[in-house]
């Protein structure tokens, strides 16, 4: 259960969206320190990009995600079924006597 | 059709849009004063609309990988049940193969009791026959043979001349002495078997026929010797070679 929760990842956009925006703020008010901002606000947006292609390779590799819910739940109900039947077979063939 | 989407295709779409989106609130708040649009809070509003979805697509994935784990290993207990039904149906082909062949086989069986029980023989009388047709060595080789002995499953071209046939009048004359002295070696070897008795050579007047050794026949006439043709010379030369291990018995002269 735990590992299950720990393949899901927090992808977490906005808050890096946020502080791009509020070090643009500070960019466009600094007067002597126009460089280093701009120079900071790059960054951010450059981390921005890394957080949205992490959070793709990261939803890549979530394993049984192949189908939508529905399709999931109708597969495991059919494998239920065929569980049955082979058990049922299994029983028939091993209770034959001649 | 959303429905039939798989969710990994939902969550990188919506991940896609977010991307869009933030690219959209950047270039607007980079973009000089006169191109700016004041569409602010309606992107920030799609924004976290796409947030939120998000989340809940991610949730829905955690839900979705406990029923991926149940699914295989409901998949796992399938492929031992499938090798068990395996296993059962090879046995059941096998018992049925033998017990097709047992029925086939005791079918048989039954056919040739049913004819024996039509034609029934004493055992008494199979016994006496099974002597008579083993007594004279025919059918196997008496227990001392061994590679080179001379005698065969059937009367030989040396057994033909000491038995009755070789000492009647036609043969007696001239070859009696080389076929008195040979008698002895062929009492040793025919002394089970032979029902001629070699040693009642009926007495023989002077004859006007002689055979000779190499199996021709010869006609007195006056002081002259004649060979006379008969079916054996013509006979000779295919059968010289005649392997004498062959059971081609019927002739006496197949030598």
Redesign the interface.
């Known amino acids: 259960m735990n590992t299950t929760e720990e393949n899901i990842p927090q992808i977490d956009v906005i808050s890096v969206l946020s502080e791009i925006i509020r070090k643009f703020e500070r960019y466009n008010s600094a007067v002597e320190t126009k460089n280093i901002e701009s120079q900071e606000v790059a960054q951010k947006v450059l981390e921005l990009q890394k957080r949205l292609d992490e959070a793709r390779l990261q939803v890549k590799a979530i394993p049984g995600i192949d189908q939508s819910k529905s399709q999931q739940l109708e597969h495991l109900e059919n494998l239920k079924k065929q569980l049955i039947l082979k058990q049922e077979l299994i029983n028939k063939y091993k209770k034959i006597s001649f | 059709m959303a429905?039939?989407?798989?969710?990994?295709d939902r969550?990188?779409s919506v991940?896609d849009d977010?991307?869009i989106i933030?690219k959209e609130?950047?270039e607007n708040?980079?973009a000089p004063k006169h191109q700016k649009t004041h569409d602010y809070l309606q992107l920030v509003d799609l924004?976290?609309l796409k947030?939120n979805e998000?989340k809940q697509l991610?949730?829905?994935?955690?839900?979705?990988?406990?029923?991926?784990?149940?699914?295989n290993a409901?998949?796992e207990?399938?492929g031992k049940?499938?090798n068990?039904?395996n296993q059962?149906?090879k046995h059941?082909k096998e018992a049925e193969q033998i017990l097709s062949t047992a029925i086939f086989q005791a079918k048989q069986k039954l056919a040739s009791i049913a004819k024996a029980n039509e034609n029934p023989v004493q055992s008494e009388e199979l016994i006496k026959y099974a002597y008579r047709i083993s007594a004279s060595h025919a059918i196997s080789a008496p227990n001392t043979w061994q590679q080179g002995d001379l005698r065969r499953p059937y009367p030989t071209d040396f057994e033909t001349r000491q038995g009755f046939l070789g000492k009647t009048d036609l043969n007696m004359n001239g070859h009696g002495h080389n076929l008195q002295s040979q008698t002895s070696i062929n009492d040793i070897n025919r002394s089970n078997n032979s029902t001629v008795d070699s040693q009642a050579i009926p007495a023989s007047a002077t004859n006007q026929f002689s055979w000779f050794p190499s199996g021709e026949l010869h006609m007195m006439s006056g002081h002259q010797s004649i060979s006379l043709e008969t079916n054996r010379s013509h006979k000779d030369a295919s059968q010289d070679d005649a392997s004498s291990d062959s059971s081609s018995s019927s002739s006496s002269d197949s030598q």
């Not at chain 2, 429905?3 to 990994?8: E, K």
């Open positions: 429905h039939n989407l798989s969710t990994r969550l990188l991940i977010i991307e933030s609130i950047i708040l980079m924004l976290v947030d998000l991610l949730k829905l994935a955690a839900e979705q990988e406990k029923i991926y784990e149940k699914i409901l998949k207990q399938v049940y499938d068990e039904i059962l149906q059941l």
